[in-house]
């Protein structure tokens, strides 16, 4: 006798053509299933597949107050959905009071979901925030306070011959003004009372940078304030410290700095500090190893210090050490890593399971130093955790706090009685090196960054060179594709000039085609194909087949055995005896190649997304929006998208559409900064 057929609930059934037509996943619609067949009311099971959907959409938690339109629907399809539903504003009480979900708290029974401050989570992610919470303010509670003004001072001595490098052209210029150029290069926050006529005739009369030593006593250290120098200093004095800023801030000049300190003070006591430098992708971890090593090389150290500090970055899926075919990694609580300061760079690409993970592998003496940009997209999958942590930054520090940085900095520091302790963790770098007032790459990220729209409309109109909009038409698409032919056409010069690997690499990366859209002819699955035929009839790759001298490819999923992750891009290339093999740059900044039959799932890469994208820059980067509104499109999206570009930025898309993103901050839902700014967790 066969068992009889189980008929899904109506609550059931409409979820399953919501299924069916791409409304929402099968994984929500399986979890579902899951929580009725476990004996969940319909509030519950509805309930359960929310917080599902939301978690693929990248929010830790669903807010019980912030079902205004589940999975989107509304009118008719809303209501169809909540039909035989309890109503939303009984959904807390009826929820705390099922079986089926437990409070957060640690002695409650395992529950396949939680209940934390109106807030429904899947048991695992709340289990990941309250641990990544709890490690954090552990880490943020601690402080040590060590004297060490004279590193300071000497590592972030005054450089008068850069200064008076650029000075030189400047001075005899009309417009020129003495006290903002020092505002700017000695960062003059306090200069009221300074004399100014006798800072001017110094500048105007000297001939070396030796002969602007007199500004240490004309423009005296309480006159100034370097962020890199106070951030270096917070870093140094607690074993927990997050460094953000945007491009050219300095993020990791001031991270060289602070690890030559935190050298010299281990090896007076004894011993250097075991240092590792990681981050999430080999891209990234290849451009922090080239960084770091050039910043290290302009300091005044000796070689003892210098051989302390390494200059090869990993991966933290290598740091941590994978374990093909497991969730699990080698270093866990229980065999935990062997090092003593580790440095994560793109720290806002890292998601909430692997900086739980990462905490949990950290040594209990060891020091963490997040890397990144706040106001860069958050990562790929669910979690922002770099901008929760970051949020704090608005209460500034502690009194304590700001005595100690005075005293090691020799600036004035604020301080504020009341905020959380890890507000003496966060170090914001505001100031860019790389873009000045000149540079409209700058101005267009800092005002859309500030939400502005008219703001974004006023760079457009100020001449810079560096910088062009392209307002969509048939014309400006056909111009868009000759234009990525125009770019890459030095790279594949350089493939067919039989340059080294890495020689090829850099000029591939002298230009690069971002999109806000996977699909469609303004996505990267339509203009990967167009560009692809384009350069074909261009003769500039010979396609005859899945694979050519000239493609480039992204992995698209992880590879534990062969140690190729998603986001890893690689270009086909012919070796020494002319076969083709795909290479990839790796993080201590040498290339390896495999043949094209051992990649993991891959795609062809002439232009790639804005979140793929993270972790690298561009010489010259093209932004294509699409031609009509996308929920895709936030002001994170299109500040990450403009700040890849390092020399030139090309942005199709219309006015409106861009003022449409500027304005939409994204939201990711999640408890972890009230986590943050609690004392406790029962």
Not at 129 to 137: D, H, I, K, S, T
Not at 302 to 317: F, K, M, N, Y
Not at 616 to 630: C, N
Not at 663 to 673: F, I, P, Q
Request: glycine residues 8%.
């Amino acid at each position: 006798m066969s068992a009889p057929i189980h008929s899904d609930s109506p609550l059931l059934t409409r979820l399953r053509a919501l299924a069916e037509a791409g409304r929402v996943r099968q994984l929500d619609l399986q979890f579902a299933r899951l929580i009725e067949s476990l004996g969940g009311e319909p509030e519950l099971v509805l309930a359960a597949a929310l917080a599902c959907f939301e978690l693929g959409r990248g929010h830790i938690c669903l807010p019980l107050d912030a079902i205004e339109r589940p999975f989107g629907l509304d009118g008719d399809e809303r209501a169809a959905l909540l039909e035989g539903v309890a109503p939303l504003a009984t959904w807390p009480a009826r929820l705390a009071a099922s079986p089926l979900v437990g409070d957060g708290s640690h002695s409650a029974p395992h529950t396949p979901l939680v209940l934390w401050c109106g807030r429904l989570y899947l048991t695992r992610y709340h289990d990941f925030e309250r641990a990544v919470a709890a490690r954090l303010r552990a880490l943020s509670a601690r402080a040590e306070f060590p004297d060490i003004r004279a590193a300071l001072d000497r590592l972030f001595a005054r450089d008068y011959g850069r200064l008076f490098a650029a000075l030189l052209p400047l001075r005899t210029e009309p417009t020129f003004s003495v006290r903002h150029f020092l505002e700017k290069y000695l960062d003059v926050v306090e200069g009221a009372a300074l004399a100014w006529d006798e800072i001017a005739a110094l500048l105007a009369s000297a001939q070396s940078g030796a002969e602007l030593t007199p500004l240490d006593t004309l423009i005296p250290p309480s006159a100034c304030s370097n962020g890199q120098k106070l951030a270096a200093a917070t870093a140094a004095g607690r074993p927990f410290a997050v460094i953000s800023g945007g491009p050219g801030t300095g993020k990791t000049t001031t991270v060289a700095r602070l690890l030559a300190i935190l050298v010299e003070t281990g090896l007076r006591a004894g011993a250097a500090p075991a240092i590792r430098l990681v981050a999430p992708t080999g891209k990234a971890a290849a451009r922090l190893t080239e960084s770091i090593g050039a910043a290290l090389g302009d300091l005044p150290l000796s070689p003892d210090v210098v051989s302390a500090i390494p200059t090869e970055a990993g991966t933290l899926h290598r740091l941590l050490g994978v374990i093909p075919g497991r969730s699990q990694f080698r270093h866990h609580a229980g065999n935990p890593l062997h090092l003593d300061v580790l440095v994560v760079d793109e720290a806002s690409m890292v998601d909430l399971p692997m900086m739980a993970r990462l905490l949990e592998a950290l040594p209990p003496q060891a020091r963490l130093i997040l890397l990144g940009d706040k106001d860069q997209l958050a990562s790929v999958e669910a979690g922002a955790v770099l901008a929760d942590i970051c949020s704090f930054v608005t209460q500034g520090v502690s009194e304590a706090q700001a005595d100690w940085l005075a005293a090691q900095s020799g600036y004035l520091v604020a301080g504020s009685a009341a905020g959380a302790p890890v507000r003496d963790s966060l170090c914001l770098l505001s100031k860019s090196w790389r873009f000045d007032e000149r540079s409209g790459i700058g101005r267009l990220a800092r005002a859309c960054n500030g939400g502005d729209p008219a703001a974004v409309e006023r760079v457009w109109g100020e001449g810079f060179t560096d910088i062009a909009l392209h307002p969509w038409s048939a014309e400006r698409y056909e111009a868009l594709i000759q234009q990525a032919v125009d770019g890459y056409r030095p790279y594949l010069a350089a493939l067919r000039e039989g340059l080294a690997p890495k020689a090829v690499f850099q000029a591939f990366n002298g230009f690069q085609i971002l999109c806000a859209l996977r699909e469609g002819p303004f996505g990267v699955e339509g203009l990967n194909e167009r560009i692809e035929a384009a350069l074909n009839r261009a003769r500039l790759i010979a396609k005859e087949g899945e694979w050519y001298a000239g493609r480039a490819v992204m992995v698209v999923q992880n590879d534990h055995g062969i140690g190729l992750y998603n986001g890893d891009m690689g270009l086909c290339l012919p070796d020494e005896e002319g076969r083709l093999k795909v290479w990839f740059e790796q993080a201590d900044g040498g290339v390896r190649s495999l043949l094209p039959s051992r990649l993991p799932p891959h795609e062809t890469v002439f232009a790639m997304t804005i979140h793929k994208s993270q972790g690298s820059e561009f010489a010259h980067t093209v932004l294509v929006l699409p031609d009509a509104p996308s929920p895709l499109l936030t002001r994170e999206l299109v500040y990450t998208g403009i700040t890849r570009a390092k020399a030139r930025l090309d942005l199709y898309g219309d006015r409106a559409l861009l003022a449409q993103a500027v304005r939409k901050k994204t939201e990711r839902y999640s408890g972890l900064a009230q986590r943050l700014g609690l004392e406790s967790e029962r």
